[in-house]
């Protein structure tokens, strides 16, 4: 039988070993809990404990991925990066204030939320991927890579508003990777400057897939949850991709779209929406238990 032989810097590579990292994190932070199991356990809709560890582990994962798979230190800052403020919320939040309009209306208090601080780390750190994402590719125009930053942070922020349910945030990770990992290769810009072809963005989106493969049975369960740290690192991650894949017009087009999604999830149920429609209840429901209960995102 022929040996499947995987060259380093491929979306293969990143897959897998996204995949084995996320594993590997997984049972280490079992057996051995920073501060104990408890400081690591949340309730779910139902009362149930779920466990944090599966944040962490999938941010390792996935970061050990995109390296091994060639995506390189922008996909690294993006996903670890997201990953650090999440924890801070998901261990230190107090859960007073949520969403966008929370954290805003507190800091006009003069309240200084861990949320707020989050948001501010995520555009941080958002920035530093763009412009190292655009250092290597030569693209020029702060604007956009301005405007790139601000797609990696709403990507984060995104796959968090997502990390209701079971499985649901997970499951869009693996979707929306699916056109970043199979577009072609090489590396170029259109014309119009909306859709630009980067080596490095496939192997990072197929890292960000394995560590969700990876942890999906867990979380479908209803044992673990991805919080805020591993929501942030998948959709910074993925928004990582999406950034190297794109020109100034694309970038713009995504970041509308983020922001849109985002100011309607301060009036809109999503999982109203997701239970109103028939194909997307189903597609959210797929591989959950019937028994499981919601899962909330973690404070």
């Not at 779920?50 to 993006?78: D, I, N, R, S």
């Not at 990582?240 to 100034?248: D, Q």
């Amino acid at each position: 039988m022929p040996m499947i032989r995987m060259r380093p810097g491929s979306s293969a590579t990143a897959f897998i070993v996204g995949a084995a990292g996320a594993l590997g994190a997984a049972a280490l932070l079992r057996r051995r809990s920073p501060g104990g199991a408890q400081r690591w356990t949340r309730r779910n809709h139902a009362g149930q404990p779920v466990t944090l560890f599966e944040g962490p582990a999938y941010a390792v994962g996935a970061a050990a991925g995109a390296l091994a798979g060639g995506a390189g230190a922008p996909a690294a800052v993006a996903g670890l990066g997201a990953a650090l403020f999440g924890g801070l919320d998901d261990l230190g939040g107090d859960g007073s204030s949520k969403g966008l309009r929370g954290h805003l209306a507190a800091a006009r208090r003069g309240e200084l939320t861990t949320g707020a601080v989050k948001i501010v780390g995520l555009g941080t750190t958002g920035l530093i991927s763009a412009h190292l994402i655009d250092r290597a590719g030569q693209q020029n125009g702060i604007p956009a890579t301005l405007v790139g930053g601000g797609v990696i942070a709403g990507s984060a922020n995104l796959a968090n508003l997502l990390d209701l349910r079971p499985g649901r945030a997970l499951k869009v990770v693996l979707l929306a990777a699916v056109p970043l990992v199979s577009a072609s290769g090489g590396s170029h810009e259109t014309a119009a400057g909306c859709a630009r072809w980067a080596a490095t963005s496939a192997p990072a989106a197929a890292a960000a897939a394995g560590a969700a493969l990876a942890m999906a049975p867990d979380d479908l369960a209803g044992r673990t949850m991805l919080g805020d740290t591993g929501a942030n690192s998948a959709g910074a991650l993925l928004g990582a991709a999406l950034v190297a894949r794109t020109g100034p017009c694309g970038r713009l087009v995504a970041l509308a779209v983020l922001t849109a999604l985002t100011l309607a999830s301060e009036r809109v149920s999503f999982t109203s929406v997701i239970e109103k429609t028939p194909v997307l209840r189903e597609l959210d429901a797929l591989g959950r238990p019937s028994r499981t209960s919601p899962t909330a995102s973690a404070p």
